[in-house]
């Protein structure tokens, strides 16, 4: 149902072409916002024909945020379609690999880091300047819960950077109109991937170690499940809202009861 909650609005959703980020560039653009879909994948643009008569409110670009550039550019494009940035929704990242940490290759933690915090740490930073100048505005960045977990180190520390990158921010800008807060998802069922985060099949002892961290994910909850997408979604547009108006520097973990 389209309540409005997001008219007038103007939102850059990032990792925009599937999964999280594309269930909230559709969410909020049918909730009133206009809504700028980034992803570095051309599957983005596949957003156009899937809102109905709120497709009017929804333009998609490509992106590569890992670099800073690119940032600057995608923020630059929204203001120029839009004349203004009031929300940004940080959706980049996931897990390349899954592994114990002495397993990882020095490439792959670099990769790691550079997929799962370069792309919030660089867009809130080309966000900030166009928010602070025209008075306002609201960051929510997507964390995690595996913060607290298994096979996963130095994703779970680009997740622990993005926990800090949203408190540090808040207690920045609170006095000048900007909310900055994180949703930390836990285990999310969602469709297969279109575009895999590791193209390479996995071996009998990389699909144990896959099943291992699986089964630590489930059993670290309260509710011994996994959420939906739809339970993600609902989280980071009330952070984004106004309803959220007096919430600032908090992490919301969305993970059935684990904490992270």
Aim: charged content about 20%; overall charge neutral; hydrophobic content about 40%.
């Amino acid at each position: 149902m389209d309540r409005g909650r997001f008219d007038g609005k103007v939102a850059v959703v990032t990792g925009a072409a599937q999964g999280i980020g594309r269930a909230v560039a559709l969410a909020m653009a049918r909730e009133g916002a206009k809504v700028v879909a980034v992803d570095r994948s051309e599957f983005v643009h596949e957003l156009r024909g899937q809102n109905g008569p709120a497709d009017t409110r929804l333009a998609t670009v490509i992106g590569d945020l890992e670099k800073f550039g690119e940032c600057e550019r995608v923020m630059a494009e929204a203001v120029s379609m839009h004349g203004r940035l009031d929300i940004l929704v940080n959706n980049v990242g996931g897990t390349i690999w899954v592994k114990p940490f002495e397993h990882y290759r020095e490439n792959e933690i670099s990769a790691e880091i550079s997929r799962s915090l370069f792309p919030t740490l660089w867009c809130c930073r080309a966000a900030l300047p166009v928010m602070l100048a025209q008075g306002g505005g609201v960051i929510v960045n997507v964390s995690s819960i595996a913060t607290r977990g298994i096979h996963r180190v130095p994703y779970s520390a680009a997740k622990g950077g993005i926990n800090a990158i949203t408190a540090c921010l808040a207690f920045e800008n609170g006095e000048r109109g900007v909310r900055v807060n994180a949703v930390a998802p836990g285990g999310t069922r969602a469709e297969a991937r279109r575009i895999p985060r590791n193209p390479a099949p996995m071996s009998p002892q990389e699909e144990t170690w896959y099943r291992e961290m699986v089964e630590q994910s489930v059993g670290s909850t309260a509710m011994k499940r996994f959420g939906d997408v739809d339970d993600q979604v609902n989280a980071i547009l009330f952070l984004a809202s106004d309803e959220s108006g007096y919430i600032t520097g908090v992490t919301l973990p969305v993970g059935g009861g684990d904490l992270g």
